[in-house]
C-alpha cells in the first residue's frame, strides 16, 4: 500500500492550493481517505475524511467551508483543495487511511 502526494507548494495569503494523494496496492473504494496536518511546533489536526465509494465527506469543526475533498476513481487519487489561505495554514499536509500514511505536503502561505 503506498499514497503518494505532490510536492511542496507556496502561495500568498488569499489564494488556493490543491494537494493530490496518488494511491496504490489496495482497493481504493474501500477504504475512507482522511486528511491530517501539523503546524510548526503544533501537534497533528484532523482536517477530515472523505469516501471515495460514493463521495461522502465529513470536515472538522475548523475547516468547514474552506476545504474541499475529492476523489477520482479512475486514477485511485484523492484531492485536498484550500481557498482563502492564511499564513497560520502553513503547515504540513498528509492523507492517510490510518494504517498508511503519505510522506507529507509542505504548504507555506507567505506575501
Known amino acids: 500500500v503506498q499514497l503518494v502526494q505532490s510536492g511542496a507548494d507556496t502561495r500568498n495569503p488569499g489564494a488556493s492550493v490543491k494537494v493530490s494523494c496518488k494511491t496504490s496496492?489496495?482497493?481504493?473504494?474501500?477504504?475512507?481517505v482522511h486528511w491530517v496536518r501539523q503546524a510548526p511546533g503544533q501537534g497533528l489536526e484532523w482536517m477530515g475524511r472523505?469516501?471515495?465509494?460514493?463521495?461522502?465527506?465529513a470536515y472538522g469543526e475548523n475547516f468547514q467551508g474552506r476545504v474541499t475533498f475529492t476523489a477520482d476513481t479512475s486514477t485511485s487519487t484523492a484531492y485536498v483543495e484550500f481557498t482563502s489561505l492564511r499564513s497560520e495554514d502553513t503547515a504540513v499536509y498528509y492523507c492517510?487511511?490510518?494504517?498508511?500514511w503519505g510522506q507529507g505536503t509542505q504548504v507555506t502561505v507567505s506575501p
Open positions: 472523505i469516501d471515495p465509494e460514493d463521495g461522502g465527506v
Open positions: 496496492g489496495y482497493s481504493f473504494i474501500s477504504v475512507y
Open positions: 492517510t487511511t490510518l494504517t498508511t
